[in-house]
Nanobody, 121 residues
Framework: QVQLVESGGGLVQPGESLRLSCAAS????????MGWYRQVPGEERELVAS???????NYADSVKGRFTISRDSAKNTVYLQMNSLKPEDTGVYYC???????????????WGQGTQVTLSS
């Protein structure tokens, strides 16, 4: 019914940039909160950035000033522009979207498949 497809990860050198994309498709009536999470092996998944329907943003302290989250509501897509990447940014980045599948219905949370971001040493 609903799927999230992520793209944009890769292997980069410190100081370089990447832009992650996450497009939601399927039976979608309305998208509310969208966010990006990072997970490192052996650790819990942590919020990197989020953006509301009204474009209010929130960032983890570790990425403030370097990452920018944005959304294209018409395309149900959320982006994460990652600049000045550091080795500690390495991890699997997961897109998360809260949405309604039908008018008046409940909000569901969906996860993307994850995209690997690796900073070389």
């Amino acid at each position: 019914q609903v799927q999230l497809v992520e793209s944009g990860g890769g292997l980069v050198q410190p100081g370089e940039s990447l832009r992650l994309s996450c497009a939601a498709s399927g039976s979608i009536f309305s998208v509310n909160l969208m966010g990006w999470y990072r997970q490192v092996p052996g650790e819990e998944r942590e919020l990197v950035a989020s953006i509301t329907k009204g474009n209010s943003t929130n960032y983890a302290d570790s990425v403030k000033g370097r990452f920018t989250i944005s959304r294209d509501s018409a395309k149900n897509t959320v982006y994460l522009q990652m600049n000045s990447l550091k080795p500690e940014d390495t991890g699997v980045y997961y897109c998360n979207v809260h949405l309604q599948r039908r008018m008046g219905g409940p909000f569901f949370s969906y996860w993307g498949q994850g995209t690997q971001v690796t900073l070389s040493s």
